[in-house]
């Protein structure tokens, strides 16, 4: 780890910091990054940013799996503030959203900021200096504030199949690709049928000899309206900036509406269910298949995916869909329903371990109280980015900040500028911490739950977005404006203000 190194901006800084960093950022991924440039904007140059690899990107540069590109649009899926007009795609393949990331990342010469291969394993607030204490790669800093940019999704989870160390040939998942891997002409076991899997799958079936897909619960999905940039309408977003702009306007416009049928059941669903439901038809037409790939639950209840190509896949001759869970793993392969399957490889994608939140690492704050310990009885934050007895800690993408049917960018550009105006007012008011106020937390999950009983998510099918209490701590009831207008003004009066 580099030596701290402490800048200083006259615009605003007039108090020496008493931490090594004012601001320590654990990640650099879209929301880690995305803070740093708002830091910057306010005139915060003593910020460090805590990577536990050894590149930027987060989820972009750990999916790269064949296949994998993002769901929401490019235009909506960037920062608003650093538009790209040169996406060739208007959902872009995971590659290029990396190197959108890796450009950000030189343009605003953040990696001099960047710590990387220091993963943070605790940080420790000290009350009386107002500072937290940070161990990371084995080091310990300290910093006046720190914000959890750690993503929600981003360990692999394997389920603890019985025999799954058995199993004599190869193992990926799908979070954690390598171009090196070569599936030319084998029989490959792909185990999920989610998110990561609707991609993988078209994507590999020409080349290997065959597949077998065990899907346990099918998805809603519907038509991609995915089509190629063409050079000339990109060369029209150089030259006027404000048509993309307003393009995006248009897509998040429609994603807004989208949350009609997405978070609420509503007649819009019920259209958007048979939309999905001709999906199936246009494409299969195996009676057996249909059935197994019908949904029995309401859409929107698990997350909606869109595809034009894993029906099409699931028509073809090497790809088998077996509409079961994996029971056990032989040394051969995967058994379902008691049939053994002969296979070379098997590819989990099979999603990631329970939302991370603000914090994958240990967290001690007021008082000694850990942060564990208090999740573990309920998984709570103020709007999502601070929580009561945790002073001066910020969170990118807490809980019940998810969105179901928009960008996620959406909701974290709107936390970064709420973390952006109480790190300044910190600054300019010295203050040593501020610790969100506990009725403030209790109004804001009180409102969560009341709400949460009006969404589709609790409307009974299993999915990641509720935890073992069947409690939806991950996405926000509502419409992303909603949230956005909630987090508009930093509010010091929701807080308790120690100098
Ligand atoms: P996922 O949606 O959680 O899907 C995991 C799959 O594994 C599901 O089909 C699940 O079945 C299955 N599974 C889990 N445990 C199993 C077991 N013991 N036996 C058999 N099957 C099992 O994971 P993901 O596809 O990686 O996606 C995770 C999230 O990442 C998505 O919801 C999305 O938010 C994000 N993502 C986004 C994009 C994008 O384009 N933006 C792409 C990929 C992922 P059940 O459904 O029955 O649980």
């Not at 007009?85 to 953040?110: C, D, G, T, V």
């Not at 079961?324 to 392969?333: C, Q, S």
């Not at 739950?449 to 099918?461: A, H, I, P």
Request: aromatic content about 12%; glycine content about 8%.
């Amino acid at each position: 780890m580099q030596t701290a190194t402490l800048e200083r901006n006259t615009a605003v800084r007039t108090k020496a910091p008493k931490a090594d960093y004012y601001v320590g950022i654990v990640g650099s991924g879209f929301s880690g990054l995305g803070m740093a440039i708002r830091l910057r904007e306010a005139g915060i140059n003593s910020f460090a940013i805590f990577e536990a690899a050894d590149e930027v990107g987060g989820t972009w540069r750990d999916n790269v799996y064949p296949g994998a590109a993002c769901d929401v649009p490019s235009h909506l899926y960037s920062y608003s503030f650093e538009q790209n007009p040169n996406w060739s795609r208007m959902f872009a393949r995971s590659n290029e959203i990396q190197n959108y990331i890796l450009e950000i990342a030189e343009k605003h010469n953040l990696r001099p900021h960047i710590h990387f291969n220091s993963k943070v394993e605790q940080a420790v607030f000290n009350e009386d200096k107002g500072i937290w204490e940070v161990t990371a790669g084995g080091k310990t800093v300290t910093a006046n504030i720190i914000v959890s940019a750690v993503g929600a999704l981003s360990q692999p989870a394997i389920p603890e199949i019985k025999g799954r160390e058995k199993f004599k040939g190869d193992t990926y998942h799908t979070a954690r690709w390598s171009d090196d891997i070569n599936l030319k002409g084998k029989k490959v076991a792909v185990i999920g049928s989610g998110a990561s899997a609707i991609q993988l799958v078209p994507a590999i079936a020409p080349e290997v000899k065959e597949l077998t897909v065990f899907q346990r619960t099918p998805s809603w999905i519907v038509p991609k309206a995915d089509y190629e940039i063409t050079e000339s309408e990109q060369q029209l977003y150089r030259q006027f900036p404000v048509l993309q702009r307003m393009r995006r306007l248009a897509i998040y416009g429609i994603t807004e509406l989208l949350a009609t049928a997405i978070v609420y059941d509503s007649p819009m669903t019920t259209l958007l269910q048979q939309l999905a439901t001709w999906n199936i038809e246009r494409y299969i037409k195996d009676p057996e298949l249909r059935r197994k790939v019908t949904p029995k639950y309401r859409l929107g209840c698990k997350r909606m995916l869109i595809s034009n190509d894993w029906y099409p896949a699931l028509n073809r001759e090497n790809v088998h869909l077996v509409d079961r869970g994996v029971d056990e793993i032989t040394e051969n392969g995967p058994v379902a329903d008691g049939h053994e399957y002969d296979v070379d490889v098997i590819i989990w994608a099979t999603g990631f371990e329970p939302p991370a939140y603000g914090a994958p690492f240990s967290v001690t704050g007021l008082n000694s109280r850990k942060l564990e310990d208090d999740w573990a009885e309920a998984i709570e934050a103020y709007r999502g980015v601070t929580i009561t007895g945790y002073p001066n800690m910020f969170m990118l993408m807490g809980p019940n900040t998810g969105p179901g049917h928009t960008s996620v960018l959406v909701y974290t550009e709107a936390q970064m500028k709420y973390i952006q105006q109480a790190v300044k007012l910190m600054y300019e008011k010295d203050i040593r911490y501020l610790n969100v106020k506990d009725e403030k937390q209790r109004e804001f999950n009180k409102f969560i739950d009341d709400r949460m009983k009006l969404t589709t998510w609790t409307s009974g099918c299993n999915s990641w977005y509720l935890n073992e209490s069947g409690k939806n701590t991950t996405l926000y009831p509502g419409f992303a404006s909603e949230y956005v207008l909630g987090v508009r003004n930093f509010n010091l009066s929701d807080y308790e203000v120690e100098y």
